[in-house]
């Protein structure tokens, strides 16, 4: 071998250990980072505004078979709403009341009894379990029509409770 073969051999030699080291610094560097990735932390609720903030905003169906697939889409829509978390699912009668509820239980609107006891005595008397009922199923009686879940569908069946709870205890 001459010298300059042999220059070159250590020169290459040296240039591929340095590689070699190098790529054990960076699967070092990997594993570290990789260590410290807490994965997704976001909660399901956020999850769920991300999904409803880049839902296509409408389809295009057509023909008997798009019939089909759009009840299907309007079938699964309901369903979504349902399983949404109404006012962060919060059990707090107090907001659940404050946010929906009052619009017509503060004014009477469409012959919602007002929280005074005078509208309330007669409904009292049916006891919480029933009153709570109807405002889950939805309710007409004498002088309107309670919808179902005062018309929020997210709203759960606990949450329609601690309002309807709230209520009871905050009529004046
Ligand atoms: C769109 C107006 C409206 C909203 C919103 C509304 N209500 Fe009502 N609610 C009514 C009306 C009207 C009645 C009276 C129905 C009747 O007895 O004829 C009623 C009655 C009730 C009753 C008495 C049912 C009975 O058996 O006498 C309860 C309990 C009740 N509402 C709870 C709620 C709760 C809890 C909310 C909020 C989650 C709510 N309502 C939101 C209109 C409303």
């Not at 990997?30 to 296509?56: C, M, N, W, Y």
């Not at 005074?116 to 005595?121: D, G, L």
Request: net charge neutral; charged share 15%.
């Amino acid at each position: 071998m001459n010298n300059t073969d042999l220059t070159f051999l250590k020169k290459f030699a040296s240039l591929i250990a340095g590689f070699v080291v190098l790529s054990l610094v960076l699967i070092t560097v990997a594993f570290s980072v990789h260590g410290r990735h807490k994965g997704d932390t976001r909660t399901p609720e956020q999850l769920a505004a991300v999904q409803a903030r880049i839902a296509p905003v409408s389809g295009v169906y057509a023909g008997a078979s798009g019939q089909m697939a759009q009840a299907a889409a309007e079938a699964a829509a309901a369903a979504a709403a349902q399983a949404q978390v109404a006012y962060g699912g919060t059990l707090d009668g107090s907001v659940i009341y404050g946010n929906l509820c009052k619009t017509c239980h503060d004014t009477g609107a469409g012959g919602a009894p007002t929280m005074t006891r005078a509208a309330w005595s007669d409904r009292i008397a049916k006891g919480t379990d029933t009153l709570v009922q109807h405002a889950i199923d939805g309710f007409q009686g004498n002088t309107g029509i309670m919808p179902p879940r005062g018309g929020n569908p997210s709203l759960s069946d606990d949450q329609v409770r601690a309002s309807v709870e709230w209520m009871l205890e905050n009529i004046n």
